[in-house]
């Protein structure tokens, strides 16, 4: 069986962060952990250069942070929810829901597949809302398993 997408363990709840930079680090450090980035600190500057190029906000209060990375191992999503909302440059505002999207540097444009299907995914307040609202980790990774399955 593939490795999933995401797992509970790649997932910050109700995540008190500051700004983007905050919220990319927790979550590079949640990849690290799981096997799945090899250097956090170099995935999240990937990240960072990245968002230097366009802003990832997403109308619906939606980060959608994402690089391509030598430090990536697996292609793998990690979800946060963020109540008081950080600035990735979103048409209306804050986003309190991001999804980071990390993908191997090297092969097919995982990454964008991915993208695709979530994005399709984001634009269903009934979904995003569920996302907003779950309560654990195993929650949320259920609910974009499935999605993105």
Do not use: C, W, Y
Not at 113 to 121: D, F
Request: aromatic share 2%.
């Amino acid at each position: 069986m593939a490795t999933p997408l995401i797992t509970a363990d790649l997932v910050a709840v109700d995540l008190d962060a500051t700004d983007k930079e905050a919220v990319v680090a927790v979550l590079a450090d949640k990849l690290a952990a799981a096997g799945r980035v090899s250097d956090a600190a170099a995935f999240a500057a990937d990240v960072k250069a990245r968002e230097a190029q366009t802003a990832t906000g997403m109308p619906g209060k939606i980060g959608l942070p994402h690089a391509k990375s030598a430090a990536v191992l697996a292609p793998s999503l990690a979800v946060a929810t963020v109540p008081n909302g950080v600035d990735f440059g979103g048409p209306d505002g804050v986003a309190t829901l991001v999804f980071l999207i990390a993908a191997p540097a090297e092969g097919a444009n995982e990454h964008l597949q991915i993208l695709a299907k979530l994005a399709r995914k984001l634009v269903n307040p009934t979904f995003t809302g569920s996302l907003r609202d779950a309560g654990d980790a195993q929650s949320v990774s259920d609910i974009v398993n499935e999605a993105v399955a």
